[in-house]
C-alpha cells in the first residue's frame, strides 16, 4: 500500500485544486446549462402567470420549485449553495456505502475521491442544475434501506428522486426489490415499492396536466444521426465523464480487481446487483446519450461494487493513478475526436453546441472545470432568451 504520508500530501493537493476550480464555477452564476435556465423560466411563469410549464418533459418538478425559489430569494448564490450542500451530503453518504463495504479507510477514501474529482459531479454540485438533486435523494433512500432503516423513509427518498429526475424510478425499484430492500420482510418492500411509485406519479401530475395525455414522457432524443449517430454519441460523450486517461485507468482497476477476486477464488462478480443497477443506468444512457451527469448514478454503483475488503495494494495505486487523472482532466483534456456542433436554439445569440458528427483527430483542450466559468459566460446571453421564452410555452 502506497505510504500513507505521500498519499494524504497528494490528496490534499487535488483536494485544494478541485476546491479552487469548484469556487470558480460556483461564482460564475447560474451555469452553462440551458436546462438550467428553463427551470428558472418555469418558476417565472409559476410566479408572474400562477400556472405550471416543465423546463422539458418529462418534468422536474422539486428541482424546478427549489432552484427557482432559492434564485428569487438569493440568486445564484443561494441557489448553487442548496447545490453545494446536497452535494457534500451525497459525498457523506456514499462514504458510508463505501467504508461498510471495504472496512478501512483509504480505500473508501480514495474510492469517494473518484466521484468527488470527477468534474460531471463537481459542476452538479456548484450550479444550479437537478443532477445532484436526483443523486442525493436516491443515495439517501439506498442509504437508508441498506442501514435497515424504515422501509416507508426508503421508498419516499426513492420517490423523490424520480420526481427530480424520472430515470431514478427504474433504479430505486432495482434498489427495493434486487439490492438492501431484498433482504426485507415482503411487507417492507411492498410498501417501500408502492411509496416510491406515488410519489413518483405525484410527481409527474402536473407535467401530465399540462400535456394532457403521456406524450409528456417522450424525451427529445438525439437521433438526427440515425443509431450510429446515437451509438458515437453514446461512447464519446460517455467517456467524456471519466476523459480519455480517466476511463483507461478506470478499466484497470476494474480488471486488477476482478483478478484480485478470482485468484482469492471468490466470485468475480460481487454485488451482482450493483452492476445490474448500473446497467439499467446505461440502458438509459444509450437510450438519450445526452450529457456524461446522466451516468453519475452508474458511477455510484460501480464504485460500490469495487469496494471490497482486503483490496491488494495494486488496486489502491491504480485508484490513486485514477484520482490523479480525473484531477488533470479537470484543466487539461487529452482527446482523439473533434466533435462538430450546429446552432440548434434558433437565437443568433447562441453558439453551436449540439454534437452533429465527430472526426478523428487527437489534440489537447481545456478541461471542463478550468474552461466551465468562460462557457458559461459565453452563453449566458443565449440562456436568459430561452429563461424568457418559457413564458411563451404553454396554453394560454
Avoid at 495494486?314 to 446552432?343: F, G, T, W
Avoid at 489534440?363 to 440562456?383: F, I, Q
Wanted: charged content about 15%; some cysteine; hydrophobic content about 50%.
Amino acid at each position: 500500500m502506497p505510504r500513507r504520508p505521500l498519499l494524504a500530501g497528494a490528496g490534499l493537493v487535488v483536494v485544494a485544486a478541485i476546491v479552487v476550480l469548484a469556487v470558480r464555477i460556483y461564482a460564475s452564476g447560474y451555469g452553462a446549462d440551458n436546462d438550467t435556465w428553463l427551470m428558472l423560466g418555469t418558476w417565472d411563469v409559476l410566479v408572474d402567470q400562477q400556472r405550471y410549464v416543465p423546463s422539458r418533459p418529462p418534468g422536474y418538478l422539486l428541482p424546478e420549485l427549489v432552484i427557482g425559489a432559492t434564485a428569487d430569494v438569493g440568486g445564484p448564490w443561494l441557489s448553487n449553495l442548496v447545490s453545494v450542500v446536497l452535494a457534500a451530503g451525497t459525498l457523506v453518504l456514499v462514504h458510508g456505502l463505501l467504508r461498510r463495504r471495504t472496512g478501512e479507510a483509504t480505500t473508501a477514501l480514495l474510492l469517494l475521491a473518484v466521484l468527488g474529482c470527477t468534474p460531471a459531479f463537481v459542476i452538479a454540485a456548484t450550479t444550479s442544475m437537478d443532477y445532484v438533486y436526483g443523486l442525493f435523494l436516491f443515495v439517501a433512500g439506498w442509504s437508508v434501506l441498506e442501514r435497515r432503516g424504515p422501509a416507508w423513509a426508503g421508498g419516499v427518498l426513492l420517490g423523490l428522486a424520480a420526481a427530480s429526475r424520472l430515470a431514478y424510478a427504474p433504479l430505486g425499484l432495482v434498489v427495493v426489490l434486487l439490492g438492501p430492500g431484498r433482504t426485507r420482510p415482503r411487507r417492507d418492500r411492498g410498501v417501500a415499492v408502492v411509496l416510491l411509485a406515488v410519489v413518483t406519479a405525484l410527481g409527474s401530475v402536473p407535467s401530465l396536466r399540462v400535456a394532457g395525455d403521456l406524450s409528456f414522457l417522450t424525451a427529445e432524443r438525439p437521433t438526427g444521426q440515425g443509431l450510429a449517430g446515437v451509438l458515437g454519441r453514446a461512447v464519446v460523450k460517455g467517456g467524456d465523464l471519466l476523459g480519455l486517461v480517466g476511463s483507461v485507468a478506470a478499466v484497470v482497476v476494474v480488471v486488477l480487481v476482478v483478478r484480485d477476486a478470482r485468484a482469492r477464488r471468490r466470485s468475480s462478480v460481487g454485488e451482482w446487483w450493483l452492476l445490474v443497477l448500473a446497467g439499467v443506468q446505461l440502458a438509459v444512457w444509450l437510450w438519450i446519450p445526452a450529457e456524461p451527469s446522466y451516468l453519475l448514478p452508474a458511477l455510484v454503483a460501480l464504485l460500490a461494487w469495487l469496494a471490497r475488503p482486503g483490496l491488494p495494494a495494486a488496486v489502491v495505486r491504480s485508484l490513486a493513478v485514477l484520482v490523479a487523472a480525473l484531477a488533470l482532466y479537470a484543466v487539461v483534456d487529452v482527446r482523439l475526436v473533434d466533435v462538430d456542433h450546429d446552432n440548434r436554439y434558433g437565437y443568433d445569440t447562441c453558439d453551436a453546441t449540439e454534437a452533429t458528427g465527430a472526426s478523428l483527430r487527437p489534440h489537447v483542450a481545456r478541461g471542463p472545470l478550468l474552461g466551465y466559468p468562460a462557457m458559461s459566460d459565453a452563453l449566458r446571453a443565449c440562456n436568459e432568451l430561452q429563461r424568457d421564452g418559457q413564458a411563451r410555452r404553454g396554453p394560454p
